[in-house]
């Protein structure tokens, strides 16, 4: 099973700033099968970005994904209000299996 | 627009089976383009894939369930559903539906978009 680690657990900045998330797998990873997700308090998770790097329809350009093998990235570039949440990287692997990471909590500073 | 609603018990004793449908609405559940999922998550924790399944009934299940998963679909009522056997607290969750975009039908994975998500208590 392909484990993957998130860091860090908690990311405390200011509206404005920049943002930055890490997703690493514990084997390589596909970019073509690397998630991301955000989910708010008493919400169920949103697509962000998939294949590593595509954004999902209707999310804005501040977010951005990168990353290949077992390091993979995601960039907010100026945090606005509503994108304090909490974030996960997801991942298909084989048995088959798909597995998320434990997340990033990104709090207003 | 593509809705899914979770519907089911809120309670469960342990020993039990857990069973819950979800519902699709706005879009046709035998797509060929996509599985459909359930996913998990623990009170104040992370998310875990629970299993999916396709339109023809094919599916997948995490191992780590230890076979106590079903999961089944009905096209005439644009639904699916799932079961989990022999519960314990452990299994005490919110549990989503969604629809899957799994690389067994496209060439990338997700899961969007989710149902509200359902609480369910396992306790006596």
């Given at each position: 099973e392909i484990v993957l680690t998130q860091s860090p657990g908690t990311l405390s900045l200011s509206p404005g700033e920049r943002a930055t998330l890490s997703c690493r797998a514990s084997q390589s990873v596909s970019s073509s099968y690397l998630t991301w997700y955000q989910q708010k308090p008493g919400q169920a998770p949103r697509l962000l970005?998939?294949?590593?790097?595509s954004r999902a329809t209707g999310i804005p350009d501040r977010f951005s994904g990168s990353g290949s093998g077992t390091d993979f990235t995601l960039t907010i570039s100026r945090l606005e209000p509503e994108d304090f949440a909490v974030y996960y990287c997801q991942q298909y692997g084989s048995s088959p299996q798909y597995t998320f990471g434990q997340g990033t909590k990104l709090e207003i500073k | 627009q593509l809705q899914l609603q979770e519907s089911g018990p809120g309670l469960v004793k342990p020993s039990e089976t857990l069973s819950l449908t979800c519902t699709v609405s706005g879009?046709?559940?035998?797509?060929?383009?996509y599985y459909w999922g359930w996913i998990r998550q623990p009170p104040g924790k992370g998310l875990e894939w629970i299993g999916s399944i396709y339109y023809s009934g094919s599916t997948y299940d995490n191992p780590s369930l230890k076979s106590r998963v079903t999961i089944s679909v009905d096209t005439s009522k644009n639904q699916f559903s799932l079961k989990l056997s022999?519960?314990?607290?452990?299994?005490t969750a919110v549990y989503y539906c969604a629809r899957h975009c799994d690389i067994a039908v496209a060439a990338y994975n997700w899961f969007d978009p989710w149902g509200q998500g359902t609480l369910v208590t396992v306790s006596s």
């Open positions: 970005i998939y294949g590593a790097s | 879009g046709s559940i035998s797509s060929s383009s022999s519960v314990t607290a452990a299994d």
